[in-house]
């Protein structure tokens, strides 16, 4: 399951997405992101998910790379959809048995709730697929850029968003190797209680904490000595420009979320 976690990963490609200029990107998901939390029925939650899949089909990225980054949410998906089905009532009684109703509002929800996380994390990974960690704290930072009226450091902002983004990788990576050494030591990781198997981590977050803070202070060390101070008076080699290929993905994305607003208004809401 660890080495499932390929969120913060880039995926190298020449695709539509990856040429697309990571300030429209950045915004697009945003956009898209809250417009997906405004649906309130399964058609408006399809304009939404065939956006994704047009994305997914668009960005190069195989499927099965997409695929793991949704299995580590698999638990979560499971949890919220045994919430919905159990504790959310109305609509016709499907199944019933002492006080334990499964009904069909709780079905509906349930399967609402989970396409939507599914859809979230698509369009967060592919963010990170299809954007170099440089090209992410440029755009990050251009697009935060008015905040510097109101005297806060956006390039420090940015530049703490993505080495957060790129160090998950090495952290997933630090976390197998960690579990690989304990296991040779003898450490049962997989079998026992839930307590048991809570207190067999502690051997594992221990050294992590402990490589993590050692990984920033030479990360720290190491900028200190490239004299680095920020991004004051800081130039670019490349300097980004919208081309046509991004004002047609921002087209595409305003027109579903029209459509999200339309469907909502004309069609019942589900949850």
């Keep these: 399951m660890i080495s499932d976690i390929t969120f913060g990963q880039y995926y190298p490609s020449k695709s539509v997405l990856h040429k697309a200029d990571p300030r429209m990107k950045l915004l697009l ?20 998910a065939f956006i994704t899949v047009l994305a997914v089909a668009v960005s190069g990225v195989p499927l099965k790379t997409i695929l793991k980054s949704i ?11 045994a919430l919905n089905i159990f504790y959310t009532k109305g609509g016709e009684v499907y199944y019933e048995i002492w006080k334990i109703q499964i009904t069909e509002k709780g079905v509906n929800t349930a399967i609402f709730t989970i396409i939507r996380i599914v859809i979230l994390v698509v369009l967060s990974s592919l963010l990170t697929y299809t954007t170099t960690p440089t090209d992410l704290t440029t755009g990050l930072e251009r697009l935060l850029s008015p905040l510097n009226v109101l005297h806060i450091k956006v390039h420090t902002l940015a530049m703490m968003m993505t080495l957060a983004l790129r160090f998950i990788p090495t952290l997933v990576e630090e976390i197998e190797r960690i579990m690989n050494a304990q296991k040779a030591r003898g450490a049962d990781l997989e079998t026992g209680s839930l307590v048991q198997r809570a207190k067999a981590l502690i051997p594992i977050f221990v050294p992590l904490m402990v490589s993590s803070f050692r990984r920033a202070y030479e990360l720290a060390f ?26 047609v993905l921002l087209f595409i994305c305003l027109t579903a979320c029209a459509g999200v607003i339309v469907l909502n208004i004309f069609f019942e809401a589900v949850i």
Excluded at 30 to 48: P, R
Excluded at 71 to 81: C, E, H, S, Y
């Design 71 to 81: 299995r580590p949410v698999l638990i979560i998906l499971v949890f919220t959809a």
């Design 222 to 247: 190491a900028m200190t000595c490239r004299c680095y101070t920020g991004g004051e008076g800081r130039t670019r080699m490349k300097q980004m420009k919208l081309s046509v290929r991004d004002f």
């Design 29 to 48: 998901t945003f956009v898209t992101i809250i417009f997906l939390f405004v649906c309130k029925n399964f058609l408006s939650l399809a304009v939404m």
